[in-house]
């Protein structure tokens, strides 16, 4: 089925109304995106902050009179542009098809989907299947190959692990794959779960990985490598509770952090983990470290 796109420019004031008129005029859905196509990696607990420049994006029915639309939406709101076009139907999962396709990441760690060729990956390659989904980590983002990367050069042969904010379970899943004696996937969203346990049966790793929802974190035992890859202010946060789960010697890798807010994270983890290092990609950061 076709729809109608709709797309409007206006000023952060101005969002509310415009989406309660849009909406009111038919529109199916509404989307929010910066006009200037800056982004919002973290704001602080209980904001939802927006763009000064806001563009909003609505679907209609392909029959509806979007110049009638478009006439009431300027003479009711303060608007800087307005614009529409036809939005072809098109088999949205194949043009997710095009976009995701098998990712290399280190020697020997692959990510590949299962439309993915994967005769064209290398023998002796370690391959982790995943395709894109609700929860998150398909390894495209810089924070999840950060830490693949790191498994892949530090394979965790005979070490159990805790992959905690697990998403979809692709780093519990690549560290299974990478030797993990035992490895528990630990997420507070319940797709998360799912997710992780639809992908770990899909690798054949579910005698390896535990997956539990965070309300269940008491069962854990002490771990000799903890992953986590979500933001700085949660990674802050978590820094106490994290230590609980790493035996002495233990090992940490956190990754999801902003190369400006790096220097809060180092001074928070500095005061239980020792030998940190950082490895960056583009803005984004991972810490490594030995618990003291």
């Not at 609700?134 to 495209?140: C, I, P, V």
Request: glycine share 8%.
């Amino acid at each position: 089925m076709d729809f109608i796109q709709l797309k409007i420019e206006t000023s952060i004031g101005n969002v509310d109304l415009v989406s309660e008129v849009v909406m009111g005029l038919g529109g199916l859905s509404v989307t929010l995106s910066d006009t200037n196509d800056n982004a919002i990696y973290e704001p602080p607990v209980g904001e939802n902050p927006l763009w000064q420049d806001t563009t909003i994006s609505s679907l209609f029915e392909i029959d509806a009179d979007m110049e009638h639309v478009a006439e009431m939406i300027s003479k009711l709101c303060s608007i800087e542009k307005i614009e529409y076009k036809t939005l072809a139907n098109k088999k949205w999962e194949d043009e997710c098809k095009k976009d995701f396709s098998a990712m290399q990441f280190g020697e020997r760690l692959w990510v590949c989907p299962s439309w993915g060729d994967e005769s064209l990956i290398p023998k002796g390659a370690v391959i982790i299947g995943m395709d894109p989904g609700l929860a998150f980590g398909t390894g495209t983002h810089e924070t999840t190959r950060l830490c693949l990367e790191y498994l892949d050069r530090n394979p965790p042969v005979g070490l159990s692990v805790i992959d905690y904010g697990c998403g979809t379970g692709i780093l519990a899943i690549g560290s299974a794959k990478l030797g993990a004696s035992h490895v528990v996937a630990v997420d507070n969203d319940h797709q998360a779960v799912i997710a992780t346990k639809s992908n770990s049966a899909v690798n054949n790793t579910i005698n390896v990985i535990e997956v539990i929802h965070s309300s269940e974190e008491s069962s854990i035992k002490k771990v000799d490598l903890l992953i986590a890859n979500i933001l700085a202010n949660p990674l802050i946060e978590l820094c106490e509770h994290f230590v609980g789960f790493i035996k002495s010697g233990g090992k940490i890798t956190i990754s999801g952090i902003i190369e400006e807010q790096l220097d809060k994270v180092v001074d928070t983890y500095s005061k239980h983990f020792s030998e940190l290092a950082v490895t960056k990609k583009g803005i984004w950061c991972r810490l490594d470290g030995i618990k003291s």
